[in-house]
């Protein structure tokens, strides 16, 4: 064992860093992935080269890379090396993903997919949890709507709140298959929910049709809580759109060259 590896066994044994350092080397691999420094079907470096490169065991690399290939960004293979794989192969609804996508989201126009996966599914699910929902779901659903409302300025809770809100009511559809997507888009949707909450100038809309859509499971009216799904996208989509335009006005006065200085 070379001086480094003692290094890191000694430091893994004695605080448990480790954990930390195998994630930090896997989020660094993964962002270098991302931003194409490592473009889909190339090969990533040799293990000892990417020891060297970011300071670590070979242990850790390998398991680092083994994180990678559970997420779809990379597959290893015999004599060949570990090849980073299509974007379309990549597990988009991971939340470790997600975060390494970070400023290249937009590439991926997920907003976009997932808002089309929303419209998809939940209308539906509203309409049956309106003749479904149990008195304890319809309880969980005005609770949580309750904790959106007093959420005030703090974007983080009102999004962890409406989280919890749209889990609970594919959950009351008591359709198998929704509550199924329901934990597969989990990350997606937090992602989503969260971009259009800050994007929003306001709100009070979203809170109010939330609270339509519980009143309208207590009065088991089905067309109602259809249709307040489909607001709740649409103003999904409008808050999205508007943050998008925000961040490309700043985009356009931060790449505006500077007039020149006037000669004297």
Request: hydrophobic share 40%; glycine share 6%; net charge negative.
């Amino acid at each position: 064992m070379d001086s480094l590896q003692r290094q890191e066994h000694g430091t893994a044994a004695g605080s448990g860093r480790r954990p930390r350092v195998r994630r930090n080397v896997t989020t660094a691999i993964a962002e270098d992935i991302c931003a194409e420094r490592y473009p889909s079907g190339s090969t990533l470096p040799r293990e000892n080269d990417l020891c060297e490169m970011y300071g670590v065991s070979r242990t850790v690399i390998r398991e680092s890379l083994k994180v990678l290939e559970s997420k779809g960004l990379v597959r290893g293979k015999p004599r060949i090396g570990t090849t980073v794989c299509d974007k379309d192969d990549w597990n988009i609804l991971d939340e470790d993903v997600l975060q390494w996508m970070g400023p290249y989201l937009a590439d991926f126009d997920i907003l976009g997919s997932i808002l089309e996966a929303r419209r998809t599914i939940e209308p539906a699910a509203a309409e049956y949890a309106a003749e479904r929902a149990t008195a304890r779901e319809i309880a969980d659903l005005d609770s949580a709507w309750q904790q959106m409302r007093d959420s005030g300025n703090d974007p983080e809770g009102f999004t962890e709140a409406d989280m919890a809100f749209h889990k609970v009511l594919l959950g009351a559809s008591h359709n198998q298959v929704f509550r199924r997507l329901s934990s597969a888009m989990h990350a997606g949707l937090k992602y989503a929910l969260h971009a259009s909450n800050v994007a929003a100038h306001s709100r009070d809309e979203a809170i109010a049709v939330h609270g339509e859509l519980v009143e309208a499971l207590r009065l088991r009216d089905r067309a109602a809580a259809r249709d307040c799904a489909h607001r709740m996208l649409d103003l999904a989509v409008r808050d999205i759109a508007a943050g998008q335009h925000a961040r490309d006005d700043r985009r356009s006065i931060s790449d505006t060259p500077k007039s020149a200085a006037p000669r004297r």
